[in-house]
């Protein structure tokens, strides 16, 4: 007779089958271009906030009362600001005060300074963008299809959408301060109380400014409900305050980035490039030959140390500014976007289809055979969680741009961004297009396969 109790019992105590290895013989290449210039405020360490106090400032550090918590590092022109920070009520459960996070700007100078804000997203995981199940892979062209606070943002940021209730410019007199934010982490009706806020704004300033991202909880009022602090306090607690924690563990120095035990660490520092522009051609030529029938080539994505795969090249932003204890780079590149070019041209005499992938191989650093290694089924970490832009020419010739969000766990493959039929001689432009979100793990591939 069918008991549900003993088929539930073999069911817990039957171990879901290995990940068989599949292993894709085939070219890895670095990626052309290079990170721009443009320097970032990147606040990521702590990544979970349980006391009030400094996350990142590079602000000057004479008269603070920590020193060591002020990186003196001034921005002018380009700048962007990524902050991906949690509120954890977990310590103590009783303590659910709202956690605010507060980015504040000085102007030293003598004369009025103005920061104009190009691009500005953030968002809370509740109730703007909860970590829901998505499919591996669906369409977004609505561009309303999102899983966490770090997809949300990198998707309106892709579409070059500005989030309401952000001003255009912020204008600061002269050795005076203004709030960039002051937006709350809400906890108190969550179970469990946990939340995130992630931030990422493209800035331009037209003389030098100081900023510190900065986490206090709200203030009470009389009738006990809450309040966002004030411009003062946190003034108070920029001068007086020490770091915020718990600190994070201390990373790996970085020639020990191998193996299973090493921790890349969290980012607390001035990272140097906001983008990274690529056109990807065969030497000495001005376009890409696809490969031959039966055969693929890939191109690293946020490859970094000790996940270089097999390309020899670490894409990770630098840092020109950091906390000891914090990591030594911008591994992962979050918040950075790709736009890449690839000028496809079939040389030979037949048609032929070729495929365009976003995939997540196992992670590399030299390969151990000459090829990409994947798991079927994948392993079920989210390696990646975010939106991809593809435009080209599809096969009757006329102009698409794609936007496909993807889920992607540790070792999956992938499913075609775009498939085309290229005729013998044929050129054809495809565009990808993406901002590396938070809350995934590098690297990726970007794949060309011809059928």
Do not use: C
Not at 137 to 157: F, H, K
Not at 207 to 215: I, Q
Not at 231 to 249: I, K
Not at 306 to 321: D, E, I, P
């Amino acid at each position: 007779m069918f008991n549900l109790i003993s088929y539930l019992f073999l069911a817990q105590a039957t171990p879901a089958p290995a990940p068989q290895e599949i292993f894709i013989p085939q070219q890895t290449r670095p990626l052309t271009g290079h990170l721009d210039t443009v320097p970032v405020f990147n606040s990521n360490n702590p990544e979970v906030v349980q006391s009030e106090g400094i996350l990142l400032s590079t602000f000057p550090p004479q008269g603070k009362k920590v020193p060591s918590a002020h990186l003196n590092f001034p921005f002018q022109g380009r700048f962007d600001l990524f902050s991906h920070h949690i509120a954890r009520a977990i310590e103590t459960p009783n303590d659910l005060r709202t956690l605010y996070l507060g980015v504040i700007v000085y102007n030293p100078s003598d004369r009025t300074a103005t920061v104009n804000i190009l691009q500005a997203a953030s968002y809370v995981s509740q109730p703007d963008a909860p970590f829901i199940k998505l499919p591996p892979m669906q369409e977004n062209n609505s561009g309303n299809i999102y899983a966490g606070p770090g997809d949300r943002v990198m998707n309106d940021l892709l579409r070059v959408k500005q989030q309401s209730g952000w001003p255009t410019q912020l204008v600061i007199p002269a050795k005076q301060s203004r709030m960039l934010m002051n937006l709350p982490i809400p906890v108190r009706t969550l179970t469990p109380p946990l939340n995130g806020r992630s931030t990422l704004l493209h800035l331009y300033s037209d003389n030098p400014v100081y900023l510190a991202n900065l986490a206090m909880f709200a203030k009470p009022n009389a009738d006990g409900s809450e309040r966002s602090p004030t411009l003062e306090e946190w003034e108070n607690l920029l001068e007086n305050g020490d770091f915020a924690g718990p600190r994070e563990p201390a990373p790996s120095p970085p020639d020990q980035l191998a193996g299973a035990t090493e921790i890349y660490g969290r980012v607390a520092g001035v990272a140097v490039g906001s983008r990274w522009q690529s056109q990807l051609t065969d030497s000495n030529s001005s376009y890409l030959t696809i490969p031959e029938s039966g055969q693929a080539f890939s191109y690293g994505l946020s490859t970094l140390l000790a996940g270089k795969m097999g390309t020899g090249q670490n894409q990770t932003a630098k840092l020109v500014a950091r906390y000891p204890g914090t990591a030594y780079e911008a591994h992962g590149n979050y918040g950075i976007e790709y736009n890449i070019s690839l000028p496809l041209i079939n040389n030979t005499d037949k048609l032929q289809t070729v495929n365009v992938l976003f995939q997540t191989p196992i992670k590399e650093d030299q390969l151990i055979k000459p090829g990409l290694r994947f798991f079927s089924p994948p392993e079920p970490g989210v390696f990646f969680r975010g939106t991809v832009r593809i435009r080209y020419k599809d096969d009757g010739g006329l102009p698409r741009t794609q936007y496909w969000h993807l889920v992607q766990q540790e070792g999956q493959m992938g499913k075609p961004l775009a498939q085309l039929k290229i005729s013998p001689g044929q050129r054809r432009l495809v565009e990808v297009g993406f901002l590396y979100p938070p809350d995934a793990t590098p690297p990726q591939m970007l794949t060309i396969q011809t059928l």
